[in-house]
């Protein structure tokens, strides 16, 4: 039986307050925990030997040719070193195999035909053996000749570049607002490409049992991936199964099928046998999508009373030609600050280098990170307290569409956090010292638009308990637990008596995993299904299923309380169906929040240490406080190696990877990172599907990197604009202050 909802109108019940059980919300465990810290959770490069894959005992191992031009076509290649190499299978060349990874949410495939070489590192073939290293290696004797293009564009700033006519907009007359306002700020800044940098690297296991194919991958939308991968071998999206059990991390970049997937399936369709491809963690950077870097122009009219009249936000950002994806970097510009003139341009450079696609919170995670440091120099010259001028600012509703907000916890969460962290001691640059460090203090707001899609979940109770099953994927961010939670709640059991089955596109469509739709998405369709059996529970009781209480494996219907055992004397199945409808069409829905952050800068050296964090929180109803903190830390995390280290740097001669692994490019260790705070703020939203929830893994990282580059020039005085704050522009700023 299935349980459908299109979402038209907002749900103001708030069902889950009303039950008995008391499990969401509560910090409980991962379900899954003991199976990673005991590595017994099977990841993506595992299966070829876990315990469970005996009939894959044969697999082989590819390794990609990759290109050593950045602009070309392959000539000839040359095999017969490679061929030579013990163990060797097959040197395979497919006009099926894929050049890059597909875009999330694409569900076609991503460009074919290798032959033809856009960027630097682009895999062209793929070397088979029967082992890894002797794949590797007769790889590395591949010789490819090219028929090169001297018209290949290495440098962002001078390329070529398109303005797309929908990330176009303007209201009223902001150079007017400019020339009238009292207080004016015209800046430029600039963010590197970045890396998602997930700790498991992408991998593929396929093999094929007449004619389906299944791919063991490192996937976080399984579901879109199977129509991905289907389209690229040519054959139906029902010959397609993918699995992805476990992920070790995303951000992003395993949105989309990925030339590794296609190469296993083709070598193994070739071969007749399993094929597994993995990407070493130099491949990793030089193959998958990477965050585009960004030239921001911020100008900024602000009136005798402190309130903005014009905002003006120009972006640059590159991709390869022919890509539909641009880093959406004025998202948030639209509608998180108040001024009636208003400009965005968008303008896209058609470059030669990898390919860029969603990265952690893709658009807010740089754009709202500039915009709150030209906001925090405006502050300045305005002679205004920061966390007032934000105060001071914030719309009563879109302020380009008119459209009310689904909730708005903007100014709470900043009230919040500044009480909290002790905002009222920050003084002026340079002020604070302890010996040789300079102490500073610096704040940003947090905004992420917010989303919801179409999800399935199925759940069947029995007399044990119940079964939870979706193609839905946890790649970190708490999914197994989060439905167990919604089960369990809705149930009336005890969370060790709810098993969770994801990453399996033969089970109901799940949303998959990206743009932080996942909880409310899924959770809602889950929620769905346990309504439908809590209706058939209280159909057998002969009550009302309003009146149904399901708690400690009993169900209670009026003064009669029964156990479950008894009453699910076979299994009870529901499928709930999630889809959104017109409920957000007129509405604005975002997540709100507040960074506060503290650092020293030494006076000698320019290195920053940052010494305490901390996030305030609004996302709707928190499912388990435990894994919503876990992931705000990852982003302030993240905003602290945006800010301090990260940098995906081209060599611009050639157009490859320099800073192509872990020890290059740099992102925040443990000693980099200090105590931080997390706080939620209590919020339900209607509009937030069923849970009146949103999405919360990538909140933290919106801002946080402002929050720390604020505190920057709070210590010493010093604006860096053109990130990352290394020590070496830290401390050109210092000299050029006299320090």
Known sequence: MTAHLVFDEPDKRNRLDAMAQEVVGRPIDRSEGALKVSGRAVYAAEQASSLWSEKRADCAYGVFVRATVPLGRVASLASDAARA????????QDPRLVRHPAQGMARKSPPQDPSEVTYFGQPLALVVAESFEAAREAARLVRVDYETSADAELDPAQAPSEFPEKKQSAQGD????????AVSLDATYSTPSMAAAAMEPHAALAWWEGDRVTLCGAYQMVSQNAEELAD??????EKVRVLAPFIGGGFGSKLGIAPEAVAAAVASETLGRPVMVTLARQREFEIAHRRSETEQRVRLALDADGRLTGIGHEARVSNLDGESFSEPVQQATHFTYRGEHRQIRHEVARVNLTCAGSVRAPGEAVGVTIFEMALDELAEKAGLDPLELRLRNIPEEDPETGKPFTSHMLAEALRDGADRFGWSD???PGERRQGEWLIGMGMASAVRVNMLHKARVRVTLTGEGALVESSMTDIGTGTYTI????????????????????????????????????AASNGSAAFLACEEIRRQIAAGMGCPEEELTLKDGRATCGNRTRDLAEIVTQPLSAEGHFEPGKALKGVRSSTFGAHFAEVAVNEITGEVRVRRMLGAFAAGRILNEKTA?????????????????????????????????????HIPAHADVPALEVHFLEERDSYGGTLQAKGIGELGICGSGAAVLNAIHNACGVRVRDLPATPDKVLDGLCALGR
């Open 426 to 428: 920050r003084r002026a």
């Open 483 to 518: 439905l167990t939670q919604i089960v369990a709640e809705m149930l009336g059991l005890a969370p060790d008596r709810v098993r969770t089955v994801l990453g399996d596109t033969d089970l109901p469509e799940g949303s998959g995993s990206g743009g932080s739709i996942g």
């Open 174 to 181: 902001l150079e007017a607002a400019l020339r009238e306002a």
């Open 85 to 92: 190499v013990p163990g060797v299978l097959k040197v395979l």
């Open 629 to 665: 903190r876990s992931q705000c830390l990852g982003g302030m995390t993240f905003g602290i190696g945006m800010a301090l280290m990260e940098e995906m740097v081209h060599d611009r001669r050639f157009g490859q990877v320099v800073s192509r692994d872990l020890a290059n490019y």
């Open 232 to 237: 690229a071998l040519g054959i139906a999206p």
